[in-house]
């Protein structure tokens, strides 16, 4: 009976470094891998792009989410949120155990940025309960964020039973920390790294995290060890660091 799981949040800027220098998806690929973890909660993963399959020779022939959780993860689901003429890209959640269903909830708060909610729930050998997963990426502005984190709120209470466990976790671009207010006063969930030291992780940017982006949020599990992986080589796959936690089912 697996009550530990092993889970980690990254955004991948699109599969480039900094300031899209260079290509990355293979090393990101490569390097995931190292992790183990058993789900990992992606943000701005590329669908499809036409503009970047024609430039790059060794551009991955389907969508980043497939070629990263090829062999591995034998469960995925994207959710495609900002479309344009070359392609689209969106969340991602990759996982070990049997996707049984998702959904993904378009949380816009305007057309000039295309923000969803990627909502998995998943079935875990032996737990009472399904697992509900929901991977996040909010705007960048605070009335934008605010109306995303209601939504998010009314979506939870409307649709995952209290007594199931939940893991919330992807780029809040939370600079001002609200969303503990919410998810955290509201309803009753906790974060990784403040159950562990306190406060959100810096994660943003890669190279010297000064900001408090990225975030883990659960119900129903007590946290081991929270980390924030920093250095190469993940500073050189994207601009944000990833998280990852060890958690038990309580």
Same mark, same amino acid.
């Given at each position: 009976?697996?009550?530990?799981?092993?889970?980690? +949040?990254? #955004?991948? !800027?699109?599969?480039?470094?900094?300031?899209?220098?260079?290509? +990355? *998806?293979? %090393? /990101?690929?490569? &390097?995931? @891998?190292?992790?183990?973890?058993?789900?990992?909660? /992606?943000?701005?993963?590329?669908? %499809?792009? +036409?503009?970047?399959?024609?430039?790059?020779? #060794?551009?991955?022939?389907?969508?980043?989410?497939?070629?990263?959780?090829?062999?591995?993860?034998?469960?995925?689901?994207?959710?495609? &949120?900002?479309?344009?003429?070359?392609?689209?890209?969106?969340?991602?959640?990759?996982?070990?155990?049997?996707?049984?269903?998702?959904? &993904?909830?378009?949380?816009?708060?305007?057309?000039? =940025?295309?923000?969803?909610?990627?909502?998995?729930?998943?079935?875990?050998?032996?737990?009472?309960? #399904?697992?509900?997963?929901?991977?996040?990426? /909010?705007?960048?502005?605070?009335?934008?964020?605010?109306? %995303?984190? %209601?939504?998010?709120?009314?979506?939870?209470? =409307?649709?995952?039973?209290?007594?199931?466990?939940?893991?919330?976790?992807?780029?809040? &671009?939370?600079? @001002?920390?609200?969303?503990?207010?919410?998810?955290?006063?509201?309803?009753?969930?906790?974060?990784?790294?403040?159950?562990?030291?306190?406060?959100?992780?810096?994660?943003?940017?890669?190279?010297?995290?000064?900001?408090? $982006?990225?975030?883990?949020? *659960?119900?129903?599990?007590?946290?081991?060890?929270?980390? *924030?992986?920093?250095?190469?080589?993940?500073?050189?796959?994207?601009? !944000?660091?990833? $998280?990852?936690? @060890?958690?038990?089912?309580?």
């Amino acid at each position: 009976m697996p009550d530990k799981l092993h889970i980690a +949040t990254y #955004n991948i !800027h699109k599969g480039f470094s900094h300031f899209k220098r260079h290509m +990355t *998806v293979h %090393q /990101l690929r490569e &390097n995931l @891998r190292t992790l183990d973890a058993d789900i990992i909660f /992606l943000q701005e993963v590329v669908g %499809q792009h +036409t503009g970047h399959a024609a430039r790059f020779e #060794n551009w991955p022939c389907g969508p980043q989410h497939e070629f990263l959780a090829d062999s591995v993860w034998s469960d995925f689901a994207y959710g495609k &949120n900002a479309v344009y003429d070359e392609g689209h890209h969106g969340n991602a959640i990759l996982s070990r155990y049997p996707i049984m269903s998702w959904d &993904n909830m378009d949380v816009s708060a305007h057309r000039f =940025e295309s923000r969803g909610l990627l909502h998995c729930e998943m079935g875990i050998p032996g737990w009472p309960e #399904n697992l509900h997963c929901i991977c996040v990426h /909010l705007g960048l502005f605070k009335r934008g964020q605010s109306k %995303q984190l %209601q939504a998010l709120e009314q979506h939870i209470e =409307e649709v995952v039973p209290q007594q199931a466990p939940l893991i919330i976790a992807g780029d809040f &671009n939370d600079w @001002r920390e609200m969303a503990s207010r919410i998810l955290v006063k509201q309803l009753h969930l906790s974060e990784a790294f403040e159950m562990m030291g306190g406060r959100a992780a810096r994660s943003f940017p890669s190279v010297l995290p000064l900001f408090r $982006l990225d975030r883990i949020y *659960v119900r129903g599990f007590h946290v081991e060890h929270a980390q *924030v992986h920093r250095g190469r080589p993940w500073s050189k796959i994207s601009d !944000h660091a990833i $998280l990852s936690a @060890r958690m038990i089912r309580r």
